[in-house]
């Protein structure tokens, strides 16, 4: 009896002895997992935040044009005044434009709005003209007013108004722009 015993000890025994040496394995395995792993996560996790980032602009930037455009459909509306409903809208995203700046000049601001009248004669610039900005879409029509709003992705920083948080594994926002143009009709 005691013979029988003993062997079921060292089985025992030699089946810890086994389990120790396979989390050790499993330990060195996971590690190399993890490095693996991680640089994807991480260009996958920055990507995600840029996006979201980059939502929250284009909706800002699409109410401001919309809100934009509204009010320069009004009768009397000033070029003033559609610069300060912009310049509200814009600096929600830490932008600025300057309004006191007509027509756009050379780094006046981080953003370029461009309003167009139907007739063709009247086409004003607000802000920065170093920002390159064509309309988008179609001319407007003779009873009709279209804005566009012109603004590059990021600084030459690469920090505002969108971080380039990628740019260390090779796609830049730098040279990027976005433009986004309403029409609407007068009053």
């Known amino acids: 009896m005691q013979i029988s015993g003993l062997r079921t000890l060292r089985n025992q025994g030699n089946s810890r002895s086994t389990r120790?040496?396979?989390?050790?394995?499993?330990?060195?395995?996971?590690?190399?997992?993890?490095?693996?792993?991680?640089?994807?996560v991480?260009?996958?996790?920055?990507a995600i935040i840029l996006f979201g980032l980059f939502a929250l602009l284009q909706q800002t930037i699409s109410a401001a044009t919309i809100e934009g455009t509204r009010k320069a459909a009004q009768v009397g509306a000033t070029t003033d005044a559609i610069g300060?409903?912009?310049?509200?809208?814009?600096?929600?995203?830490?932008?600025t434009l300057d309004v006191a700046q007509q027509p756009a000049a050379p780094g006046a601001g981080d953003v370029?709005?461009?309003i167009?009248?139907?007739s063709g004669v009247l086409t004003q610039t607000i802000g920065n003209s170093d920002i390159p900005g064509t309309p988008v879409g179609p001319s407007?029509?003779?009873?009709?007013i279209k804005v566009t709003i012109c603004l590059n992705l990021t600084d030459t920083n690469g920090t505002s108004?969108?971080?380039?948080l990628l740019s260390?594994?090779?796609f830049t926002l730098s040279g990027k722009q976005l433009e986004i143009s309403a029409m609407t009709g007068l009053e």
């Not at 396979?22 to 997992?33: A, D, F, I, K, Q």
């Not at 991480?42 to 920055?46: A, E, F, G, N």
């Open 20 to 40: 120790s040496t396979g989390s050790r394995r499993r330990t060195g395995s996971v590690l190399l997992e993890f490095i693996l792993t991680f640089p994807l």
């Open 42 to 46: 991480l260009i996958i996790s920055l």
């Open 84 to 95: 300060n409903l912009i310049q509200d809208y814009v600096a929600i995203n830490s932008l």
């Open 112 to 114: 370029l709005v461009i």
């Open 116 to 118: 167009e009248d139907g």
């Open 140 to 144: 407007p029509g003779v009873s009709e």
């Open 161 to 164: 108004p969108i971080p380039n």
């Open 168 to 170: 260390s594994f090779g």
